[in-house]
């Protein structure tokens, strides 16, 4: 771990310097939080881990080094229907995820059938696949579970 926050810094040091844009603590403290924890994130969440912490990080600070960190491509956004983007690291293992449209619970799931089935389509289409995303909407086991009870209790 500590080997990726290293590259990971260092990336971003890269990044910063061609650009001639400051390096701030503050954006290196916003990195370290988003990399010291795995899943899904909303600017809300990080605000509230760092006060957490008593570091003090305004919300227009988190918004612009997501927005630096995007365009270096340490953190994917995630923008699902109905809701407020959600950002990962960008490390993560590849994923798709099952959202639900009730509770927005975000599930992730990997499967090796569906890059199968990617293969063949680049092939048919002869397209050269870079990158991926898959958004599946749906009810959660919890929703669907409380809409069991709903209709039992009617009955
Ligand atoms: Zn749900
Ligand atoms: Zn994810």
């Known amino acids: 771990m500590d080997k990726v926050k290293n590259i990971v810094k260092q990336n971003f040091t890269a990044y910063l310097e061609q650009k001639g844009y400051r390096k701030t603590p503050e954006r290196y403290a916003i990195l370290e939080e988003i990399y010291a924890h795995p899943g899904h994130f909303s600017v809300e969440t ?11 990080v305004s919300k227009a600070t ?13 953190v994917v956004k995630h923008t699902y229907k109905n809701e407020m983007a959600h950002y990962e690291r960008a490390e993560n293992k590849h994923h798709e995820h099952l959202i639900c449209t009730l509770c927005n619970r975000v599930e992730e799931f990997a499967d090796d059938r569906l890059e199968e089935v990617l293969k063949t389509v680049g092939e048919k289409y002869n397209f050269e696949i ?18 069991k009870k709903k209709t039992e209790n009617s009955l």
């Open 46 to 56: 990080l605000f509230q881990k760092m006060s957490d912490k008593n570091y003090r």
């Open 130 to 147: 870079h990158q991926n995303m898959w958004y599946v909407y749906g009810i959660c086991k919890n929703c669907k579970l409380k809409m």
């Open 62 to 74: 988190l918004y612009n080094t997501l927005e630096l960190l995007l365009e270096c491509e340490l």
